[in-house]
């Protein structure tokens, strides 16, 4: 999906504004990016696959630069913060490999902790942390408890600390859930009166969910804390 430039640029949004993207070439880190570049702002990704996946690509991605790291060795990337405005922390999991360290408590809650402390250092003023506004069915507990014990850890910190919590975010191609499962999410969400049923746990595009973030990320003077229900997020463009 191309996005034209100054798209999505509407007034309360700041200018000129250097974002850090942790898991920038994902399912909606990737898209975040991709509106932060329409607007003019500089943007930096840290993810340890580097770029996006040559499927979803297109001409702005040569406007970020793609660090390859982990974000659990802040060392290969910290230097990328010197001159960053805004965190936007999009990393977490559905399924683990506790074998590859791939676990709800390390990627899910202890990833963001290491990104948030590492942005404070740093003298970032913002740190956007995507989180979830409930657990998926048929997974550990653990999902959610490790979200809300990282929300806790990083609320007092220095800079501005915005949190948006989603509900099952579908798209088209949603790497976490089977595809009849994003079928049925996206029926749903698509239905505005029957998506606002849900309240919180409503299910959102990924188009919306990125689009949110991204605002959340740029204007002049966001909410805090925890962001969540439909009249916001309802608020974000399709």
């Not at 507990?141 to 910190?157: F, G, K, N, P």
């Amino acid at each position: 999906m191309e996005v034209p430039s100054g798209a999505y640029h509407a007034p309360g949004l700041r200018s000129d504004v250097h974002l850090l993207v942790t898991g920038g070439n994902g399912f909606i880190g990737r898209r975040v990016c991709e509106r932060a570049v329409a607007d003019g702002h500089e943007v930096t990704s840290v993810a340890r696959s580097g770029p996006p996946a040559p499927e979803h690509r297109g001409s702005w991605t040569d406007a970020v630069e793609w660090v390859a790291a982990d974000v659990f060795a802040p060392h290969e990337w910290r230097d990328r913060l010197e001159t960053v405005d805004c965190l936007v922390h999009s990393v977490g999991v559905i399924d683990e490999d506790p074998t590859a360290g791939v676990t709800f408590e390390r990627v899910n809650g202890d990833s963001a902790l290491v990104a948030a402390l590492e942005a404070e250092r740093a003298g970032a003023d913002r740190i956007v942390y995507v989180s979830s506004s409930a657990k998926p069915p048929l997974v550990r507990e653990a999902y959610i408890s490790a979200r809300r014990r990282a929300e806790a850890a990083i609320a007092d910190l220095d800079p501005t600390v915005v949190i948006p919590r989603f509900g099952p975010v579908y798209g088209p191609d949603q790497p976490h859930f089977p595809a009849v499962a994003n079928r049925l999410f996206a029926a749903v969400g698509r239905v505005e009166p029957v998506a606002r049923l849900f309240g919180a746990d409503r299910p959102l595009s990924v188009e919306r969910a990125a689009d949110v973030t991204y605002r959340l990320a740029a204007m002049g003077s966001p909410p805090t804390g925890v962001v969540t229900g439909p009249e916001w997020i309802g608020s974000a463009e399709e």
